[in-house]
């Protein structure tokens, strides 16, 4: 039997979306007013504290140009990651 390897260290997909800004050159206001959201909502994604829904991962995906697959992936990759450390 193999044992699967995993990584100690997942980024949180708020670690993603605040690199994505830097990137861009856009603050938290900037986006929060292009998908029409509190600047908290996306504090909050960034810090960790809020999950990205279905609806805002859709928002973000038309905002940055990406598919909402890749934010809710992250975000389900990231919980799945925070599971399997508590099982431990």
């Given at each position: 039997?193999?044992?699967?390897?995993?990584?100690?260290?997942?980024?949180?997909?708020?670690?993603?979306?605040?690199?994505?800004?830097?990137?861009?050159?856009?603050?938290?206001k900037d986006?929060?007013?292009?998908?029409?959201?509190?600047?908290?909502?996306?504090?909050?994604?960034?810090?960790?504290?809020?999950?990205?829904?279905?609806?805002?991962?859709?928002?973000?995906?038309?905002?940055?140009?990406?598919?909402?697959?890749?934010?809710?992936n992250l975000?389900?990759?990231?919980?799945?990651?925070?599971?399997?450390?508590?099982?431990?």
């Amino acid at each position: 039997m193999t044992q699967k390897l995993t990584p100690s260290r997942v980024p949180t997909p708020g670690k993603i979306l605040s690199r994505e800004l830097e990137t861009r050159g856009w603050a938290q206001k900037d986006l929060a007013e292009i998908i029409n959201r509190p600047v908290q909502t996306i504090n909050e994604i960034i810090r960790g504290t809020k999950q990205i829904t279905p609806e805002t991962a859709i928002e973000l995906s038309q905002a940055l140009g990406t598919s909402p697959e890749f934010w809710t992936n992250l975000e389900a990759k990231y919980r799945l990651h925070l599971a399997a450390k508590e099982k431990k």
